[in-house]
């Protein structure tokens, strides 16, 4: 290309020493050097003799002159070596005139480092011998190489620091043409298979990069791999100088090439064709230095033009007979070019973030003008039109060899044309080719044929045949942020938060505190008594009256307050009561009148002394008294709690239980993510937000966190920051699918279409790895496979799987805003609220793009049922046999229930396979982001993997049951019906439908299918939880009981026993009714309508005293189902008790 000096530079080259030379005749041979470059004899060593030990001292130095006018140019520095060539000068023998020369071998030093800014460089090359050299002979082991030290030097380095950054180094490796047509026959006329593409430069010029003299082979074996890569350069003297140092093909799996037949389906033929297949090898480099303006039309014309066309065509060698060398033998101009062919290579992927190198297979079509410009914008061949003196330049020799001349005479011009370079390069200045970039004209070019069909270029599509093609870049044209830049970045908009010191304060740590300083203080009055009265109490053994004991109490008290002891236990005791003020009541300051102090004081009074008590016990333990059955919440039964909230549009509970989670355990950043999804479920996007950043702050490498971070930055339109998250992720974790896919969303919404093409490509990429992986597993064709690709999968429930995400839904709430409903309420009725602001009107546009299309399976489930909240747990009796077993089942199996629940089993329902664009929609729904979901439900229905599915159907259902629009929702699940009839999910969702639009018989008939499927739908717990209501509802008692037990068995909570003991309570099974509402307040002791029932069983079963407290508490927390109260007030009236304000 075009030198960026407008001066002219000189380069000088010193051949200093030669190591383990040998010659032909004697042990001392006199040789010498030259210097060739471009076919140009730079100059010749003195001859010098070598030494007995092979070495030789040249001290020879020759130069190159680089000129921008014509001469030789920066360009030719890149892709040309210098050749040093040793030759021998023989002794003369008698009545000889001339001396005998004989060459020994010959060394090529890559003047290539001199473009990247340095001013001189050493090296030692490997002298190659040529054929009969004695140089052949190996050299003895431990002994320096047949070599020579070489010096290359400039006066000031040709590039400067800034230009060296901008311009960029071009290589395009051809290896090999494979399933060539029959036709090609290694018997016959030589033929000359060439290949040729052209590099856009500065303004209009094109220079053409040809591939000559493919040595065609028949199959039998693969080619070698590695294998070094040659100089596209002819008459190499000797065999090993035709390689490129340190160059080498090492090939590849096939599913990483960007080319064409790198599916799955394509490897059988790929195996075959490369192994017993005809194909023709090249295994040529060819360079190109692009200066800056270059590397600026380079990217101009991917971005415009996205294929390049690639010719490939054969020729015949004409031979020049010896002694003819002056005069060429004329072949027919007609049939020069045959079996013309072209690779559409798509160059797009150099212009994706960081990427230097593309490598892949292309299939070869016939060369025909309209397909070439409609895809390439290209309207001439390199080879017919632009190039046809190339044709003629085949002459036996090769490219550069004395026997080729140039040929005037041109099919479509008659001008004379000038010489090319070695490697068949149009000099600067010389033959250019017009310019690939997009013509504003159809119009073909003047005198130029469009040729409608190719016969012998069909050929090539009938044989299958395709070409193995490398193009890499020093340099990417589009940097990619590295990894520590992003992890910089988002430490900066997210510092990550120092690890909590353990806490010396704290609640718990106050009231251990004074348990501690209680059993201090019981100690030493306990010494002081047995100092006072130990004797007097040995002599009597231990029985002492009442009388004497009152009587050494008084002692005792008096002896503590004479002696100042009393008062030193009470300021003990100060601090630990004040700290229990602080930490566990919060009170701080001063209290606003004296009623209110009075009222606290015998709170803490009361308090203070029940921890006595404990206290006292722990220390002084007795015998008699039996452990209080409790029974303790775990954080993911807050976490069921939560959902069960959500789905009764109780969100104020919601977060009391996602909060309490936050308190446990403030360092669990899976409980930050709930928090922020559940936000995301009412739409506050602020408190999100913050939850997720905060969640990133505790782990900064965790996807999930930095993938939702990067959404919500998306939704609150601060893209900048949502490009960091994305990125980041997708260098954290590379193989995730869905961090690609969100990448690509996010490059969709800002109108950069080839980095969405770019990530889109590698998520698939990833899916498919993946797939496959999954697919040898299976099968068993390999064992103890390492996970080449990470899984979306781990325990935490924010990580999805095609296997895990059988239910969008299952473990969080769907996206789909619950429904207000008491639920569990015999008598209560369906309330219809209004939907909160939601992503309605983001919808409505997708709605007509969908209507006119069909069918896709989502497992994403809309929970909707009831709860209140959770506090202390309340004593509670277990008389009955069945219950009793109910609760330890319970009591041994809850993590397991709750993890079945939280984290659905892989079997859930057979998934077909899924796209890039499912399985984000998966983690989307789950995490609540709804407003995100449209965006990629248009991709899925355009997806060639995708398009209308079952679960496509089911997850637009589930977007239009979040508005509430019953209507939509029915068309798409009886569209997901028609697809999948025997899917549980389906009519899991239409129970749904039906039971939120007050047509409890329909959701009932849904919900009890649903039930008799083997394989469960993936929101069973909620399923129960609305029959086992509409039971209720009908007054099929039994059933009800029957549903309920089976949701107790899988994931208790206190909705769960709370309906079984409403079953059990009406049966008149009142002992069990006891029990199931005592583990349903034991639970959430803030719901007032396990209360009610408690009350309505102490009335029926005579104990006055309890149904007073509970239905006391029933008013106190506000029951607000009138129906209920009324009957509490007729038992009341009834039995004659249970209303203290009669």
Known sequence: MEPVSSTSRTVHITVTNGYDLKGFKGDTPVTFVRAEFNQVVLGDSAKITISPEGTAKYNFTSSIELSPDGGITLDDLAHKPLFLTMTEVLPKEKKQKDEKTLTLGQAVVDLLPLLEGVESFETTVPLHPVQGSPLETPSPPGSKQCSLDVKVFVAEPLLTPAQVSASNLLKVTLEAAYSVPEAFMPVGPQQNYMVGLQVPSVGEKDYPMIFRNGNLKLGGEREPVPRPKKWPIANILAPGANNIPDAFIVGGPYEEEEGELNHPEDKEFRSQAECIKKRIVWDLESRCYLDPSAVANFQKRIADCRLWPVEITRVPLVIVPKGK???????????????HGVAYVNMVPLLYPGVKRIRGAFHVHPYLDGTVFEKTKCLFSLFRDTGHHMVHNNKAGGLGSPLSKPVSKNLKEEKPVKD?????????????????????????????????????????????????????????????????????????????????????????????????????????????????FGKQVAKVGGDVDSETMEEQKCQLSYELNCSGKYFAFKEQLKHAVVKIVREKYLKTTAFENQEELQTFISELYVFLIDQMHVALNQSMPDDIQEATSTIPTSTEQLRLFAFEAEVNENFEMAAVYYEERLVREPQNLDHWLDYGAFCLLIEDNVKAQECFRKALSLNESHIHSLLLCGVLAVLMENYEQAEIFFEDATCLEPTSVIAWTLLGLFYEIQNNDIRMEMAFHEAFKQLQARTLQSKLKRTGTIENIEEGVKRESSSSPWVVTQESAAGIKAEAP????????????PSSTLEMHSQPQGPSTVLSSLDEFIEESSKAQSESQEPIMTLQPQESSLAQKSSNVLLKELVVKKETSRCQDLSAFLHPAPQVVPQPPTTIFMETIRFLMKVNAVQFVHRVLAHELLCPQGGPSCEYYLVLA???????????????????????????????????????????????????RTISFVVDASEMHFIFLRLGHIYLEEKEYDMAKRTYMQACKRAPSCLTWLGLGIACYRLEELTEAEDALSEANALNNYNAEVWAYLALVCLKVGRQLEAEQAYKYT??????DEALLAEIHTVQEMVGFGNPSF
Request: some cysteine.
């Open 420 to 532: 090319k370079d070695a490697d068949g390069r149009s000099r600067p200045g010389e033959l250019q080719a017009p310019s690939i970039k997009s013509q504003s004209s159809d119009t073909p070019l003047e005198g130029d044929t469009l040729l409608s069909h190719n016969l012998e270029g069909q050929q090539y599509l009938e044989a299958g045949t395709y070409i193995v093609l490398e193009i890499q870049l020093d340099k990417a044209l589009v940097p990619k942020r590295m990894p520590e830049e992003l992890a910089r970045r988002v430490k900066e908009m997210i510092p990550p938060r120092p690890p909590l010191t353990r806490r010396t304060g704290g609640a718990q740590k106050a009231v251990n505190d004074y348990h501690t300083q209680i059993k201090n203080i019981s100690r030493a009055i306990l010494d002081e008594y047995h100092r006072m």
């Open 325 to 339: 060398a002056g005069k060429l033998e004329k072949a027919d101009d007609e049939n020069q070019l045959s079996f």
């Open 958 to 1008: 589930q977007t239009h049951l979040l508005k509430k629009d019953f209507a939509k929702t029915e068309e798409y699940l009886q569209q997901a019906a028609q697809m999948d009839y025997l899917n549980p999910n389906v009519w899991g969702v239409k129970g749904h439908l039906y039971f939120l639009s007050g047509n409890h018989a329909e959701a009932k008939a849904c919900y009890e």
């Open 814 to 825: 769907t996206g789909i805003k619950p429904r207000s409903s008491h639920l569990l309420s």
């Open 1115 to 1120: 008013i106190k927390l506000k029951l607000k």
